[in-house]
DNA sequence: CACAACCAAGTTGTGCACAACTCAATGTGC
DNA sequence: GCACATTGAGTTGTGCACAACTTGGTTGTG
């Protein structure tokens, strides 16, 4: 009956929302380690793969927008990580650099992953199995939005 | 090579985040018309269930503490959805009761899974894999924490 | 050229999350 | 009976998320 597929709904997204915050406070041990809170830690990453990027790259990259990301890297900025910079080009954007800093600071995070990968207790074939529905479910929300 | 196995792990965790995100941008409109955040809606799916609960027992349905619900539930009072009542066994605890306004709200509540249940892309049976996953995963994790 | 429309960051205000702490009530061992 | 630890809520402080707005820069059009 349909309560049971509206009951069924709720599990799910409090699923998501209960798994989201228990891999957030998995890592935020290595994390505090670095210095660095879990948003903060996906900027990073964003950085040490790509370079520097504007901050609308930044944005985009991980659906964050100006109110969340301006404050997170002035704290990465007071940190030393990342250094700020307005576009010769474009003087409306900045782009954001890592710093000497920051870019040693990949190493150190190298072993993050590594000492949580097997706190999931699942296989590399189930994780990605997960990662392609989440990513395919969120493609399917956002596109509903248009 | 461990690199790739890295990478998935962030990436996991990394669609984790977002679809948890998208999910409740999702719900955004339709709790708006109700007056709740997402976390007002799931204190108040456990009310709808249970009926008056401890402050405690909802921190553990929920897996938030009292920092996070205290301020959340005196929202809820204020709007005129909940009561609290210091019990009569145990005067440290709280009850916290649905009022008549509080209880009433579940009729419109009731139309808000169906709304977005097509927003998935996903069938039941798929939805229903992909809960069981998130569960197991939060319970791996969590039992690692002790 | 003027000017409206648009755009990238940043700011402000609200509401979670969560750590660390306080406080009063309860439970425990001696 | 009484020190002492434990427990349940609440408070304080920090850092996201996100809506709404501001500011300064750019672009398109008449």
Redesign the interface.
Known sequence: M?AD??K????????????????????RPALDALGLT?PQY?VM?VLWERGPVLVKELGQA??LDSGTLSPLLKRLEAAGLVRRQRCAEDERAVRVYPTDEGGALRDRA?SV??K??G????G?A??????E??????E???A??D
């Open positions: 349909a597929e509206l069924l709904e709720n599990q799910v997204c409090f699923a998501l929302y209960a798994a989201s915050r228990a891999v957030t406070s998995l890592y879990y996906l990453l991980l659906d190298m992953p590594r949580l990968s706190a999931t207790g699942m590399l189930e994780l990605e199995a997960l990662r529905n989440l990513v395919r479910l969120t399917e929300i956002t509903q939005q």
